[in-house]
Nanobody, 120 residues
Framework: QVQLVESGGGLVQPGGSLRLSCAASGSIFKIYAMGWYRQAPGKQRELVAD???????NYADSVKGRFTISRDNAKNTVYLQMNSLKPEDTAVYYCTQYSGSYSYFGPDYWGQGTQVTVSS
């Protein structure tokens, strides 16, 4: 059974940085695309970034130039480095494993989420 466990969330001031991690188990991690979504209160869950099995990356316009997604197949872990954080980045961040090597296959499994709060 696939398990995704996020970590690294917390409270940070505007302009600060955080790195989220998502450790995967129960699947052949390296053959699947991975992604990060977020959901703010009262809003729909939205894509933040995704990365294919071959490490092609895709970002939401709102985070381009500030966030970086990466993966370490040896550690079965995907990361989201978040810099220049803004209050509007406040949300619960979810890790997902897609059902194939690219994101167009669609999300298949989800983590439990980690809270990111950007506030002074």
């Amino acid at each position: 059974q696939v398990q995704l466990v996020e970590s690294g969330g917390g409270l940070v001031q505007p302009g600060g940085s955080l790195r989220l991690s998502c450790a995967a188990s129960g699947s052949i991690f390296k053959i699947y695309a991975m992604g990060w979504y977020r959901q703010a209160p009262g809003k729909q869950r939205e894509l933040v970034a995704d990365i294919s099995s071959g490490s092609w990356t895709n970002y939401a316009d709102s985070v381009k130039g500030r966030f970086t997604i990466s993966r370490d197949n040896a550690k079965n872990t995907v990361y989201l480095q978040m810099n220049s954080l803004k209050p509007e980045d406040t949300a619960v961040y979810y890790c997902t494993q897609y059902s194939g090597s690219y994101s167009y296959f669609g999300p298949d499994y989800w983590g439990q989420g980690t809270q990111v709060t950007v506030s002074s």
